[in-house]
């Protein structure tokens, strides 16, 4: 048997691991893996190389993909599909695994059903906003070297008595965000799921601005349609509270690096592997997901319908910090 595996959308760290995994298993079973570079748009252009077993090793330590990612918009169209159907067909390709998000999943539905071309998804996105899995491959990592950025810039705070609004990364979810501000003993959050933070602001604020001048006061903005956009918000406190000493801080793609965590390693190399025990079993067009430390598969097109929310608990020890200057 002869596969393909791409990585498609964002980078995560941990994609490489799930790509170590991937080719590992199937040389037990003595298929053979082609990598296909650049996602979806590498299949287009039948951009493939052969990947055994010594050209993985060590691979599973470094952050991003060494197949590269892309977002395809030629694969949106049927004649990009109908193209990456004819690589497939010549390079007998029998099942594709693809590491990547909600997009990848749903033009990996579409492909299979109208090619017949046997796909198995594995949730690889930093954002970890899939439906199916309590977490992706490359959130624990992203969200670590969040945490690690808002420690470093609450050493600043701390210094001068200045509050920060950090901006950290997640699309439209509030994952990341609500993580890594509980972690990090943040005093406020916004994220897109939730409304309210602002109020929540500002009556503590009312009361405690005073108490707050030399005081540290971390704020942690997801990225994505809030409540209050990050630059009012922050126009907002200066103005409001002409006592505080704001500024803002945009953490950006720095999330989406590094060396990927133990817990996204053993997610990735775990997923990886059964990815390859499905399409052995029979099973194609579903997406492989962690629930209570179980692995379990839902169909792709599920798996695009819904979204899982940040846990309330996160948000509810945001904000312990304020009882601090009480």
Same mark, same amino acid.
């Given at each position: 048997m002869q596969i393909g595996v791409l990585c498609s959308g964002g980078d995560a760290p941990g994609m490489n691991a799930a790509l170590r995994a991937v080719v590992l298993t199937a040389a037990e079973k003595n298929w053979k893996v082609w990598g296909i570079r650049y996602g979806f748009e590498g299949l287009i252009d039948d951009e493939l190389i052969f990947l055994n077993s010594e050209g993985v090793q060590g691979i599973a330590r470094h952050g991003g993909t060494i197949l590269g990612s892309a977002r395809s918009t030629r694969f949106f169209h049927k004649e990009g599909r109908e193209k990456a159907a004819s690589v497939c067909k010549q390079r007998e390709l029998e099942?594709?695994?693809? /590491?990547?998000?909600?997009?990848? %999943?749903?033009?990996?539905?579409?492909?299979?059903?109208?090619?017949?071309?046997?796909?198995?998804?594995?949730?690889?996105? /930093?954002d970890n906003d899939l439906y199916g899995t309590d977490a992706t491959i490359g959130f624990h990592t992203a969200v670590q070297t969040a945490v690690e950025a808002i420690d470093k810039i609450m050493d600043t705070a701390e210094s001068h008595g200045r509050t920060f609004i950090i901006e950290v990364m997640g699309r439209d979810a509030g994952h990341i965000a609500a993580t890594a501000a509980a972690a990090a003993g943040a005093h406020a959050c916004?994220?897109?799921e939730q409304a309210g933070q602002l109020e929540r602001l500002t009556v503590f604020l009312?009361? %405690?601005?005073?108490?707050?001048?030399?005081?540290?006061?971390?704020?942690? %903005?997801?990225?994505?349609?809030?409540? /209050?956009?990050?630059?009012?918000?922050?126009?907002?406190?200066k103005t409001r509270y002409r006592d505080l000493d704001v500024r803002s801080v945009v953490l950006g793609h720095i999330q989406r690096g590094g060396s990927p965590v133990v817990a996204d390693r053993l997610l990735a190399s775990r997923l990886g592997r059964e990815a390859i025990l499905c399409l052995s079993r029979g099973q194609s067009g579903v997406a492989l997901g962690l629930r209570h430390d179980g692995v379990h598969t839902l169909p792709l097109s599920e798996c695009t319908k819904g979204r899982q929310s940040p846990s309330s608990y996160l948000l509810d020890l945001v904000g312990l910090g304020f009882h601090e200057w009480k």
């Open positions: 099942a594709l695994v693809i /590491i990547g998000g909600d997009g990848s %999943y749903r033009g990996a539905a579409v492909f299979q059903a109208e090619w017949g071309v046997a796909c198995v998804g594995i949730p690889g996105t /930093i916004f994220i897109p009312d009361s %405690y601005a005073l108490a707050l001048r030399r005081k540290p006061l971390i704020i942690v %903005y997801s990225e994505g349609e809030n409540e /209050i956009s990050r630059p009012a918000l922050e126009t907002l406190l």
